[in-house]
């Protein structure tokens, strides 16, 4: 079952209203994320075998390298459609931004009612793409990347789980639900061959380690 969490002190009311709302939530069917389907593990270890084994450089990255959450259609940017994808019943104002909804957190199975409480996760960070040869990548590749909302790339997740992955790849960092990991690393693999990315050893070591239990 997930787990509800609350950022604030609430007035009394408030909470009442809260304990409302979650009773409701526990009783709706859970909210999903809808990453796009990553390869089946078989492919992707074929993918992760003709996938360069290259030492990381990180020299000269700079996160505005890498423009994110550009305008996708109307008001509507990256961020804004990514909310609306990997929630349920999500509401938006007229500037696109959500207002309401409930999001289920794939990474450590927390469900959020405020748009706030989410991240949006590339779940091949911009800093490991470019140590891994996006350093070499035209601006416009780069915002691709960042934009990508046909990979299995872009995810809502809890801003604090994304925050405290970074820039780590999973030989160091995957999430704590494990019934997500087999999925987390098939879409690491297809997003790393999509863009020609390489890997260093101790990554490869820990996706090949995953793969076989998938």
């Not at 809808?34 to 020299?59: G, I, K, N």
């Not at 990474?107 to 779940?123: E, N, V």
């Amino acid at each position: 079952m997930p787990r509800f969490y609350a950022r604030r002190r609430l007035s009394v009311a408030a909470a009442a209203t809260a304990l409302i709302s979650s009773v409701a939530l526990f009783s709706a069917p859970t909210a999903s994320a809808a990453l796009p389907t990553p390869v089946s593990a078989a492919t992707a270890r074929t993918y992760l075998a003709s996938l360069t084994v290259a030492t990381e450089d990180r020299t000269g990255y700079d996160r505005d390298l890498f423009p994110h959450w550009i305008t996708q259609s109307g008001s509507c940017n990256t961020r804004e459609v990514v909310l609306k994808r990997d929630g349920s019943n999500v509401q938006q104002d007229s500037s696109c931004a959500a207002t309401s909804g409930s999001w289920y957190s794939v990474y450590d199975g927390a469900t959020w009612t405020a748009a706030s409480d989410l991240d949006i996760d590339h779940l091949v960070p911009l800093a490991e793409a470019w140590d891994s040869g996006a350093d070499s990548w035209t601006t416009s590749r780069r915002q691709s990347f960042a934009n990508d909302l046909t990979r299995p790339q872009l995810i809502a997740v809890t801003d604090n789980v994304n925050q405290a992955k970074g820039d780590q790849d999973p030989a160091t960092w995957m999430p704590s639900r494990t019934a997500y990991r087999c999925t987390y690393v098939r879409a690491w693999v297809q997003v790393k061959y999509y863009y020609g990315l390489s890997v260093d050893s101790a990554e490869k070591s820990a996706l090949q380690n995953y793969l076989a239990s998938c």
